[in-house]
């Protein structure tokens, strides 16, 4: 599986959802909608910056995240973005292969 961060900002009528039902409610709704699509919900957060929501889940491939923003989007309320993230130990197998580059001018 691979992990996403997913980042949402509430529309105004998702804010009134968020009032009537609550963040664990919200959260709920989350984790139902990332295993319904064969992932796992990691952690889900509520900020008051420029996002809304931060979501840290693994989900099967890229096409299932999208998948899930696209479904999330399309109905309304928040607007939602996903980011592949990788682990620690992803970046040290990713810094150890080589691949052949020339730089801009070179």
Do not use: N, W
Not at 8 to 29: F, H, N, P, Q
Not at 53 to 58: A, F, I, K, L, P
Not at 71 to 77: K, L, Q, T
Not at 85 to 99: F, N
Request: glycine share 12%; hydrophobic share 35%.
């Amino acid at each position: 599986m691979a992990k996403f961060l997913l980042k949402s900002t509430y529309t105004i009528d998702g804010i009134k959802g968020l009032t009537a039902d609550g963040g664990t409610r919200r959260a709920e709704v989350v984790r139902k909608t990332i295993e319904g699509a064969g992932g796992r919900m990691e952690s889900m957060h509520f900020g008051f910056g420029a996002d809304d929501t931060y979501v840290v889940c693994d989900l099967p491939d890229h096409k299932t995240a999208a998948a899930v923003a696209i479904d999330i989007r399309a109905a309304g309320g928040v607007d939602t973005r996903v980011t592949p993230v990788l682990t620690p130990e992803e970046i040290d197998e990713a810094a150890r292969e080589r691949v052949e580059y020339q730089p801009p001018g070179r």
